[in-house]
């Protein structure tokens, strides 16, 4: 059993930035997709970015050019760096792996972006 503990959020005003990171108790370089997600409330969780497994990085048009997801494989740790927030931004960031068939999500974790 993999766990995915998520970290970082926070209440920011527009214009500013976060830094979400999530740590696994499993090998992230061996997943077959690791991603963040997020839920507005009453909006449907969608992806915001995720890392292919050749590495590339790879954003949703909503957050390209704002939000940068990496890894640090020696810890295991999946980041989100986001600039330039603005209030649409304002919801429960998830982060989610999958190795194989097994699919593992974080507890999330609440981001609110002040106007």
């Known amino acids: 059993q993999v766990q995915l503990v998520e970290s970082g959020g926070g209440l920011v005003q527009a214009g500013g930035s976060l830094r979400l990171s999530c740590a696994a108790s499993?090998?992230?370089?061996?997943?077959?997709?690791v991603g963040w997600f997020r839920q507005a409330p009453g909006k449907q969780r969608e992806l915001a970015a995720h890392?292919?497994?050749?590495?590339?990085?790879i954003a949703v048009d909503s957050v390209k050019g704002r939000f940068v997801i990496s890894r640090d494989n020696a810890k295991n740790t999946v980041y989100l760096q986001m600039n330039s927030l603005k209030p649409e931004d304002t919801a429960v960031y998830y982060c989610?792996?999958?190795?194989?068939?097994?699919?593992?999500w974080g507890q999330g974790t609440q981001v609110t972006v002040s106007s």
């Open positions: 989610n792996a999958v190795w194989g068939l097994r699919n593992y």
């Open positions: 890392i292919t497994t050749s590495g590339r990085t």
């Open positions: 499993g090998s992230i370089f061996s997943a077959n997709f």
